[in-house]
């Protein structure tokens, strides 16, 4: 323990004093600004421009050179955001570099090689944005040994990156993660690998399979055969149904699991130097001053466009670390925010109205207790753009996902977010194969990768609608993550989603990863439903028109025998008044 300890400082302190060389003259250059790259991918740019300059074509790659995959620094105890070796660190070290790399249009076969073997700086850049370094570490031209475990290779991510002491992330063995997000998305007709970057001479950089899928090797490996690379780790050789170049480069050596940390498979020895020990062409700073010669390196129907590049963020099946959870992205960081449904503010009218008007809806929870968690899972067979498209398929995912659980309906669930994945699978392995032990080299042998997306749902649920209070919502958000757990991973989801996109008429095809489901942990939150703004007039029912009848006709009897008795009483007034008048006494001697 303590040997391996001072060994991982003194890696840490290796690999954060070199890699001090500026850019080459004429590659353009990057400069740092400091900001850190989102250590999932999210951070990365790139693109391309096609210009002319002095008569010549100039190809421009702008990027902030931050990877578009898992980046959380490993290898490097003591400083800030890593951890020991083979342990995942709290962050990226990555940072922002503002790239702008000019490189010729129109590559050319120089009349001889530029070696760049022991350069500590970018010799090429990846179609991710990210720099691709040569098979040395440091000043005094120390080859990069993979039996050494001290060397550099155990602070290299699972993706196969690290970054240096400014933050620039690149590149010494082949970019495991790129090479797989490449072969899933673009793959080939022939199992030739696809591009995935360009040497700062302009020529394109490949993996490792040449045509027809062969492994490229180097003399060191006995290579006799068509599929041998030269001293630069390139071939001259025109492939039309390929690209339009005459030379290109490989990079060569085992691609990692895609999860391991360090980075494993690594590279054999006899791979060295990885990447590009020397330039086959030259640099457009020579080329376009006239120093550099040579012969045109595009046959004559190339013409030069630019590349799209990959940033999407790439993130594996088989990763269970922070990013491939996706709790890195999905854990709600505070109380969620939910919009309860207010009754609606309604001025009465100033005539009464003569039909009577239906009774709003009234909440009968006054203090409402939302639980609230997120989940992810992955669906192959289509991408965010289609899925996105397809209102019947997110209405099937809603639906399958809150039958799958109890007491929840599709009106408790909702798609929060939608992205396109790139996903390694495992895959049957022919036999008969006569290629499988080089590929097997290349540890690609048994996955294929293929594209998909990850949907994030949102679920909310009022517990006191359910005869439930606050302190109840572990045990309910328990309940309902073995519900989704058991019909996904016995495959209850699966086939109930099938029927509804058939049932829902949705066009995109798509079934569920069962590995890949997360649920994040849950929070409650109080809810204050407000009270109505006005004093609603309900409609009677029968029973108050009965009531009401009855009530108006006995005031209507009362009136009539209040009025008989007020006659009466005024008659009897009348008659006694004049009966007095006429019964008086006449004095005597009246007349």
Same mark, same amino acid.
């Given at each position: ?14 690999? $954060? ?31 391309? =421009? ?17 990877? @578009? ?14 951890? %020991? ?33 022991? %350069? ?7 179609? $991710? ?9 440091? !000043? ?18 699972? #993706? ?16 495991? #993660? ?35 899928? !062969? ?22 050789? &025109? ?18 699991? +895609? ?8 590279? !054999? ?29 595009? @046959? ?36 969620? *925010? ?20 239906? =009774? ?13 968690? &997120? ?12 899925? $996105? ?6 209405? =099937? ?9 109890? @007491? ?8 929060? !977010? ?59 958000? @328990? *309940? ?40 994040? $942990? ?29 009530? %108006? ?13 007020? +006659? ?24």
């Amino acid at each position: 323990k303590p040997m391996m300890l001072i060994r991982a400082l003194i890696l840490a302190f290796v690999v $954060n004093s070199v890699h001090s060389q500026p850019p080459r003259p004429g590659g353009g250059g990057s400069t740092s600004t400091g900001t850190a790259c989102n250590a999932c991918g999210r951070s990365a740019t790139y693109s391309e =421009a096609i210009t002319t300059v002095s008569g010549y074509t100039k190809r421009t790659i702008t990027s902030t050179g931050c990877p @578009n995959h898992y980046s959380y620094c490993t290898g490097k105890p003591g400083v800030t955001g890593c951890a %020991d070796i083979g342990v995942e660190g709290t962050a990226s070290e990555a940072t922002d570099q503002e790239k702008s790399i000019e490189i010729p249009g129109n590559p050319v076969i120089a009349s001889s090689v530029t070696d760049v073997e022991c %350069d500590v700086s970018a010799l090429a850049i990846a179609l $991710n944005g990210v720099s691709i370094f040569g098979g040395v570490v440091d !000043n005094a031209c120390s080859f990069l040994d993979v039996n050494d475990d001290t060397s550099e290779w155990t602070a290299f991510d699972m #993706c196969s990156g690290h970054s240096e002491q400014t933050g620039n992330y690149h590149y010494h063995f082949p970019p495991s #993660c790129l090479i797989a997000q490449a072969t899933a998305t673009n793959p080939t007709a022939d199992g030739h690998s696809p591009q995935i970057g360009w040497s700062l001479d302009g020529f394109p950089i490949y993996g490792g399979l040449g045509p027809g899928g !062969n492994v490229m090797t180097h003399t060191a490996q006995g290579c006799t055969g068509d599929y041998c690379l030269d001293g630069c780790s390139g071939k001259e050789q &025109e492939i039309p149904d390929l690209d339009g170049f005459k030379y290109r480069y490989y990079l060569t050596g085992a691609t990692s699991d +895609l999860t391991s940390l360090p980075s494993d498979p690594k590279p !054999n020895a006899t791979d060295y130097p990885f990447t590009l020990k020397c330039y086959v062409g030259c640099l457009f700073s020579t080329l376009s001053a006239g120093t550099c010669t040579g012969t045109t390196g595009v @046959n004559s129907t190339y013409t030069a466009a630019a590349v799209s590049g990959y940033t999407t963020a790439f993130t594996d099946i088989s990763d269970t670390r922070l990013c491939g959870t996706g709790l890195a992205e999905t854990t709600p960081t505070g109380a969620p *925010t939910y919009a309860p449904t207010y009754l609606p503010t309604i001025a009465p009218s100033e005539e009464p109205t003569t039909e009577p008007t239906a =009774a709003p809806t009234v909440d009968e929870y006054p203090i409402e207790t939302e639980l609230s968690f &997120e989940s992810s899972l992955d669906f192959p067979g289509t991408t965010a753009s289609d899925f $996105n498209a397809d209102t019947a398929a997110q209405q =099937a995912v809603i639906d399958t996902f809150a039958d799958s659980m109890s @007491n929840t309906t599709s009106d408790d669930v909702s798609i929060k !977010n939608v992205t396109t994945t790139t996903r390694r699978r495992l895959r049957a392995v022919d036999l008969h194969d006569h290629l499988l032990e080089k590929k097997q080299q290349l540890g690609n042998n048994k996955h294929a990768l293929v594209a998909g997306i990850q949907i994030i749902l949102e679920v909310k649920i009022i517990l006191e609608k359910l005869g439930l209070t606050e302190s109840d919502g572990a045990a309910l958000f @328990n *309940t309902l993550n073995s519900d989704i757990s058991a019909a996904v991973t016995g495959g209850d989801f699966g086939t109930a989603l099938a029927a509804k996109l058939t049932s829902l008429s949705a066009t995109t095809s798509m079934s569920v990863d069962t590995s890949s489901l997360v649920l994040s $942990n849950f929070t409650t939150v109080l809810v204050d439903s407000p009270a109505p703004s006005y004093a609603p007039t309900y409609a009677p029912s029968a029973a108050a028109e009965s009531s009401s009848s009855s009530s %108006d006709s006995s005031m209507t009897v009362i009136v009539i025998v209040a009025v008989v008795v007020l +006659l009466m009483v005024m008659v009897g007034i009348f008659l006694l008044n004049k009966n007095q008048s006429t019964s008086k006494v006449v004095p005597a001697g009246a007349e």
